[in-house]
């Protein structure tokens, strides 16, 4: 299993970025994909949520109406779209795979990517 996580970096208050995550050595279209985060000191903490088949999609409060989650199962990738970014979204952003299947729950994390927001 592996993931190839980009498209953090350095973004001013009020401004967007993409991150995207490839995956590959796992069905990706069976897994209910997810973005994560977690802050300096600070726990990890769920943000986004889309199930396998694209369908509805979940989001924290902290994040609601500014972020976007999607993914693209013919190229076994999932983006956070972020938009309107506050200090506050300062972290390492990690996309996680999830499968619930027969009992068996199978969760995979990719390595994070940075994302600053500061002036």
């Known amino acids: 299993v592996q993931f190839v996580e980009s498209g953090g970096g350095l973004v001013q208050p009020g401004g967007s970025l993409r991150l995207s995550c490839v995956a590959s050595g796992f069905t990706f279209s069976s897994y209910i994909m997810r973005w994560y985060r977690q802050a300096p000191g600070k726990e990890r903490e769920w943000v986004a949520r889309i199930p396998s088949d694209g369908g509805s999609t979940n989001y924290a409060d902290s994040v609601k109406g500014r972020f976007t989650i999607s993914r693209d199962n013919a190229k076994n990738t999932v983006y956070l779209q972020m938009n309107s970014l506050k200090l506050e979204d300062t972290a390492v952003y990690f996309c996680?795979?999830?499968?619930?299947?027969?009992?068996?729950?199978?969760?995979?994390w990719g390595q994070g990517t940075q994302v600053t927001v500061s002036s």
């Open positions: 996680n795979a999830m499968e619930l299947r027969a009992g068996v729950i199978r969760e995979y």
